[in-house]
Every structure is written in structure tokens, then in C-alpha cells.
């Protein structure tokens, strides 16, 4: 049976049933234990687990990432949470060099059953150093999971999904995705690796979104369908393994690609969408595009910051010129010229 729950009420409810499921299973993380709960997605676990299994953590990523995983090795299954992914720049030694190889160092016969939870996203203008989506980082490396789930229910899903792996998983959310709202099946249940999920079937244009961007890309197939686009939406979920057979089918039946991130474009996971594609279909009927962020860091002004994230329009534009040949108007209110907070209203496709 489903319910409708919040994004982050669903990756506190896996959380919790993975806890009960397995006593193994234990959190940590700056702020995990703070009333608020790092968005209210670890609220109220230290009062039913104890301390023993929901830790705060100091201002020492690199060590404490050591010790979880020094944990897993020992047949723990350490859920650790860094409120930005900016912070997991401090423990990349740990996660590229340790965590991501010692099952192969080992012959196998070691595992590093890890989570590790990143936020990325922007808001109260945090600028360069706080908001930055460094997911390619991650998915460039063998022997790392990383998933972005963009729904409720893959938060919940793929997140069960991690916690019983034996592999170490990046768990990526998008600050913004916190709080919108979508039906979530209640009890036990996993959404598999490297599966995409189609959002919205269409004929015209091919749009692969990550994270957040599928909600933007959604609420652009919708624009479209009123211009005469017929748009579909593909969300992977799952940056490694990729699903490049669900994309590569879609493109060739379309014939256009647009891919939007929620990072810069430059070496990043859109390219590897676009390359992947291009080495398996050879009826495109025109280039594809990238959609991401303008090549400089992060502003933390709003006024900036409205100019500098891309967003439904852009997507319209892109798929019109694509298909039309030509590019809409802006609209006289910005789309990108919004408060600098998420559309909690919000319940898109899901």
C-alpha cells in the first residue's frame, strides 16, 4: 500500500526500518542527532535506537570516515551523513582509496558495506564552498555505487537498496528535493542499481535528468506539450551503474538528447550520458545539449544565484530549437528569478 510522504520522511523511514531490520545497521553524522534531525531525516532515531547507534560526529570527516569504515570491515553497516557533499572533500582519501577498493585488493574476501549520504543544492547563500554537486567525482570511481534519487519513493527504495549492499554507496539528495511529496509504499521493498526510470514517455526529444533537474525537466515537458513537443523525461537514478540502454532506446526512437545536471557540464556526468549515446546511435537528428551550470563557482548573492542555476526554461529553449528550429521568449518573470527556496507544493509525476 502507498502513502504520500514527504522525500525526506521517506529516507527517515528506510532509515528506521533498515535500523529495526538489523542491529548491525547504526548512524553518524554531524548533526544526526540535533532535534532537527539534518532536515528531519534523522529526528527522533537517538531517542528510539539510543546513542549506541545514532552518533553526532565532530568537525574530523577524513578520521570519522576512517572509523565507519574500519566498522564495515568488522561486520558493521554504518550509515554515515555529511549535510553537504562539499565536506566529503575532506574524506575523498578514505572513500576513493579505501572504501572503493578493498573488496578487489582482497580477492574478494573483504567488503565495505558503507552509506555515505551527501547533500548538494543551493540555498541560504552558501556560495562556492556549499553548494557545489560533485556526483562525477564519485561516479568516476570503480567500486563505488552512487545513486540521486529525484522521487520519494526511489529515496526510500534505494536507499534500503544501499544499506543492504556489501558495496560502499554514495547516497546523493538534493536539498531542494526535501520537501516535495509522492506516494511511498509502505514496509520493506528496494529499487534496484542501475535501473533508470521513465518519468514521461514522449516522441520529439529525449530529456535525461538528474536529481532535481527532473523536476525541472518535467515541469518543461509540460510547457512543451502546450508548444507542440511531445517530451520524455528519463530520470537514471543511478549514476553508477548507469542505465545507458534505457536512454540509448529512448534516443533512438526520438533522435534528440538533452541531458540536465544539477553540476557543471565540463567533465561531468552529462558528458558521459552524451558519449554514451553517441557510440550507440547513429540516427541522431541533431547535436545533443548539455544543460548545467555556467563554468565559474558557485555566487552566494540571490540576485546572482537566480542567474546562475539553469531551469525549466532552459530546457524549454533547448528542446524548441531542437525540434522547431526556433527559441521561445523569455518569460517577462524569470523562472530562475525565484526566492531562494524549494516549491514545497510541489508533487510532480510521482
Known amino acids: 500500500m502507498s502513502r504520500e510522504l514527504k522525500y525526506f520522511q521517506a529516507v527517515h523511514e528506510a532509515t528506521d526500518l533498515c535500523m529495526a531490520k538489523d542491529s548491525a545497521v547504526y548512524v553518524i553524522g554531524l548533526g544526526a542527532t540535533d532535534p532537527k534531525g539534518i532536515f528531519g531525516t534523522t529526528a527522533g532515531l537517538e531517542q528510539k535506537y539510543g546513542g549506541a547507534r545514532v552518533m553526532d560526529m565532530p ?84 567500486g563505488l555505487r552512487v545513486v540521486m534519487p529525484s522521487t520519494p519513493q526511489d529515496a526510500k527504495g534505494l536507499l534500503i537498496s544501499a544499506v543492504e549492499d556489501d558495496n560502499p554507496v554514495v547516497f546523493i539528495e538534493h536539498r531542494w528535493l526535501h520537501n516535495i511529496t509522492g506516494p511511498v509504499p509502505e ?98 537528428k541533431c547535436r545533443p545539449r548539455r544543460i548545467g551550470l555556467p563554468d565559474c563557482p558557485t ?19 533547448a528542446a524548441c530549437e531542437m525540434v522547431q528550429g526556433r527559441t521561445p521568449p523569455r518569460p517577462a518573470a524569470d523562472p530562475r528569478a525565484h526566492l531562494d527556496v524549494p516549491d514545497p507544493s510541489f508533487t510532480g509525476p510521482f
Not at 108 to 129: E, I
Open 59 to 142: 568537525c574530523a570527516e577524513n578520521g570519522m570516515t576512517g572509523v565507519a569504515i574500519g566498522s564495515a570491515l568488522t561486520g558493521m553497516r554504518p550509515i554515515l551523513l555529511h549535510q553537504r557533499i562539499d565536506f566529503a572533500v575532506l574524506t575523498m582519501e578514505q572513500i576513493v582509496n579505501q572504501a572503493a577498493k578493498w573488496h578487489y585488493m582482497f580477492g574478494g574476501q573483504k567488503s565495505v558495506p558503507l552509506v555515505v549520504r551527501l547533500l548538494v543544492g543551493r540555498g541560504w547563500g552558501q556560495g562556492p564552498q556549499h553548494s557545489q554537486s560533485l556526483q562525477s567525482w564519485f561516479a568516476h570511481i570503480p
Open 187 to 284: 514496509g520493506l521493498y528496494r529499487v534496484p542499481f542501475g535501473k533508470a526510470r521513465v518519468l514521461r514517455p514522449g516522441r520529439d526529444v529525449t530529456i535525461v535528468a538528474l536529481s532535481h533537474m527532473a523536476l525541472e525537466a518535467h515541469r518543461a515537458a509540460e510547457v512543451l506539450a502546450r508548444e507542440g513537443v511531445d517530451a520524455e523525461v528519463i530520470d537514471p537514478r543511478s549514476l553508477r551503474p548507469f542505465d545507458a540502454e534505457t536512454v540509448v532506446e529512448s534516443v533512438r526512437k526520438t533522435g534528440r538528447l538533452i541531458v540536465a545536471d544539477t553540476s557543471w557540464t565540463h567533465a561531468g556526468f552529462s558528458a558521459e550520458v552524451v558519449a554514451r549515446v553517441a557510440e550507440e546511435v547513429d540516427s541522431l
Open 299 to 317: 555566487p552566494t548573492t540571490p540576485a546572482l544565484a537566480g542567474a546562475f542555476y539553469p531551469g525549466a526554461f532552459d530546457i524549454v529553449a
